[in-house]
């Protein structure tokens, strides 16, 4: 069974202050790892990754795979209020062949106090 | 930019009713899926759908669960006879392919009395 550990579940920081977000993983022919922004409802897609050592980058945000260790971080610099959400990990498998679902972590909830 | 939209934003039914979501996908993306996830849990996958049949499901998704794509736009998740548990947020998800990145609707809240 395709398992995603994030941690830690919750950071509380102050505006400005990095944070670095964890997520590590055990999935059946790995194929992917996603990042995901959930605010109020819906995750909002952030990066994807599928190669080790490979930095993703969109402005304060930066993610990096590690496919050695199974483990991937999110990076946020200068962080700012608007950031405050449930930053989800999840993973995509190749299991039965078809269009696998993904199979997400518990989330690390940030908060940025001002 | 394209998004996926879903309809009702909020669903409220009597134990044992039938209930339908509805999602319209992105329109060139030729995968689709539903999550749900349950206040306070993660997000689970349900089913994945492609080329107008079920491609992969989970345990989740049992018989009290169907998907159709009834025309060339909406993509819809029944849920035959509902139970108290199945109070959730039912999200809907696109891709191109099974390789992309997918993307999420705003979601649906079912609310089960």
């Known amino acids: 069974e395709d398992k995603v550990v994030q941690s830690p579940l919750s950071l509380v920081v102050h505006e400005g202050d990095t944070v670095t977000l964890n997520c590590s993983y055990e999935v059946t022919n790995f194929r992917s790892l996603l990042w995901y922004k959930q605010e109020k409802k819906a995750p909002t897609f952030l990066f994807m990754l599928t190669s080790s050592g490979i930095e993703k980058k969109s402005g304060r945000l930066s993610s990096i795979l590690d496919k050695k260790e199974l483990f991937s971080i999110l990076n946020i610099t200068a962080t700012q209020t608007g950031d405050s959400a449930v930053y989800l990990c999840a993973v995509l498998g190749l299991r039965g062949g078809g269009a696998d679902g993904l199979t997400f972590g518990k989330g690390t909830h940030l908060i940025i106090q001002p | 930019e394209p998004e996926v939209t879903q309809t009702p934003s909020h669903q409220v039914t009597q134990m044992g009713q039938e209930v339908i979501l509805r999602c319209v996908p992105i329109s060139n993306h030729l995968y689709f899926y539903w999550y749900r996830q349950i206040l306070g849990q993660k997000v689970e996958f349900l089913v994945s759908?492609?080329?107008?049949?079920?491609?992969?499901k989970s345990e989740i998704f049992d018989d009290q669960f169907s998907v159709e794509r009834p025309d060339g736009s909406n993509f819809t998740l029944k849920i035959r006879s509902t139970k108290l548990e199945d109070s959730a947020m039912y999200f809907c998800a696109s891709s191109h392919s099974s390789y992309n990145e997918q993307f999420f609707g705003p979601g649906t809240r079912l609310t089960v009395l």
């Open positions: 759908f492609y080329n107008n049949e079920i491609s992969e």
